[in-house]
């Protein structure tokens, strides 16, 4: 991909889903709605299972990178208190702060949502 593709697809809405895109929103009691796309890419996968094969890395940080990949990749927006996310650097900056009960929810909704699409990936 060139820079001027680069370029048209950051004015087109930096990286924001197309219309046709299928997602599923997942409420939470406190009023927030996560929105995840219903499909994983190819190289998502592959990058999945690339995580899982790095010796150096300690079982923790596989979890937390495998879950933050897994958020980034699917996240299509964070509505929180009425305030909507959508684009990618905002919703991985704020999934990043989120607090130990916000990523829990996310994590609850990730692996949801996976046991419903694909079964055979764990959070």
């Given amino acids: ?17 197309s219309p046709s895109s299928a997602a599923t929103a997942y409420p939470a009691a406190d009023g927030s709605i996560l929105t995840l796309r219903d499909e994983l890419t190819g190289s998502t996968l592959r990058k999945l299972e690339a995580l899982e094969a790095r010796p150096a890395a300690s079982a923790e940080d596989r979890w937390q990178r495998r879950v933050e990949l897994l958020f ?28 130990v009960e916000e990523r829990r929810r996310v994590r609850e909704a990730l692996a949801q949502h996976l046991r419903a699409r694909y079964p055979d990936i764990e959070v």
């Fill in 1 to 17: 991909m060139g820079r001027r593709a680069r370029r048209r697809r950051k004015e087109a809405g930096d990286g924001a889903p």
């Fill in 72 to 99: 980034e990749r699917l996240a299509v927006r964070w509505e929180i208190s009425d305030l909507p996310l959508e684009g990618q650097k905002e919703l991985l900056g704020r999934y990043r702060m989120a607090s």
